[in-house]
């Protein structure tokens, strides 16, 4: 009987990848990624406080349960890598360094808004923090992703394009076309699949025919693998791997995200198709931020005083991120005529 192939949680068509074994943090990492994780997390309450008392139009998409994902992804990351995602792009926008005053200007349509206040929650971008934006249409930045990693290897750079999507997006056609394209010309690009259960309001499991979405491109020959998306030492490494797998040349690879979202799809959804005690499981028991306190504590990293300023700071900073928002100018009516093609 032949002898069977390496890990069960990694899947190709070729020879298995190893799975990815857990790395932990020194004192650095553990408390950069804790502090980043807990500046999403303030930003986005403070944004979900300012859409309901109408400062913010438009549609909204909270980030708050996700941060681990996108935080872990981008300490393995280097300059000139890119990111592209979707509408729930705040938490992107953050970890790749963009200045929370900015994000807020455009959550409020203002002047200083990344966007000059004409994009608002979904669509605004920072070419030099190498963000090519969040994405109104399910699906979009997949193919567009796939694109920068096309410029990447037509440039003959070693630069990495991450495009993250969802669950649901996970069943566009467009996402298949991409995989196809990007395996054949082996591009470097790495497709994270944010699955925190549910699309809009129906689950994975009602919806997809194959739930392991890390197995979505087996039959490209693209490896994916399944990773705690909760646990930030676990998205470092499993992002360590993509991408000196994507670096050296071998195409492309799925990251499937295990992860969960608190709050609604986006700010108009009551989020009656969950119960409250799946919610309060999680946050009691898995959740990224607090299991990051845990371990700078046990490991005395920090103490308990230490945590509580930084709190308080970041507080503050999101607080002077409010204010300058909700302070700053409207653009003025021309603006509607400026960057459009004619």
């Not at 280097?78 to 959550?107: F, N, S, W």
């Not at 030099?128 to 399910?138: L, Q």
């Not at 919806?207 to 490209?220: D, K």
């Not at 046990?298 to 930084?310: C, N, P, Q, V």
Request: aromatic share 8%.
């Amino acid at each position: 009987m032949p002898a069977a192939k390496a890990s069960s949680n990694t899947q190709t068509s070729d020879d298995a990848v190893p799975s990815t074994p857990l790395v932990e943090f020194n004192k650095d990492q553990d408390l950069s990624a804790y502090q980043t994780m807990l500046t999403i997390r303030r930003f986005e309450e403070k944004a979900g406080q300012m859409y309901g008392m109408g400062l913010i139009g438009g549609f909204c998409h909270l980030y708050i349960g996700q941060e681990a994902v996108v935080v872990g992804m981008q300490m393995a990351l280097k300059k000139g890598d890119q990111v592209i995602t979707g509408y729930r792009d705040h938490g992107h926008m953050i970890a790749c360094g963009m200045d929370p005053k900015g994000v807020m200007a455009e959550l409020t349509g203002r002047t200083h808004g990344y966007s000059k206040g004409k994009g608002g929650s979904m669509h605004m971008f920072s070419v030099e923090k190498g963000f090519y934006g969040g994405h109104g249409i399910v699906g979009a930045q997949v193919p567009l992703g796939t694109g920068l990693a096309f410029a990447n290897r037509y440039r003959g750079n070693d630069n990495v394009s991450l495009a993250y999507f969802g669950d649901g997006a996970a069943n566009q056609g467009q996402v298949y076309e991409s995989f196809n394209m990007a395996e054949l010309w082996k591009l470097p690009v790495i497709y994270v699949i944010e699955n925190n259960r549910y699309a809009m309001g129906t689950a994975s499991t009602r919806s997809s025919a194959e739930t392991n979405l890390s197995r979505r491109g087996i039959s490209f020959k693209i490896p994916g693998e399944q990773v705690d998306g909760m646990d930030v030492r676990a998205v470092k490494a499993a992002g360590d791997k993509a991408v000196a797998w994507c670096r050296a040349g071998n195409g492309p690879y799925i990251l499937e995200m295990l992860t969960y979202r608190y709050r609604g799809h986006s700010m108009s959804d009551p989020a009656k198709y969950r119960t409250r005690e799946e919610v309060d499981k999680v946050r009691t028991t898995h959740d990224p931020i607090d299991m990051a306190r845990a371990r700078i504590l046990e490991k005395k990293f920090a103490t308990e005083e230490a945590l509580k300023k930084i709190d308080a700071g970041l507080r503050d900073l999101i607080n002077e991120a409010a204010e300058f928002a909700t302070h700053d100018p409207e653009p003025d009516a021309s603006e509607l005529f400026t960057e459009i093609y004619r």
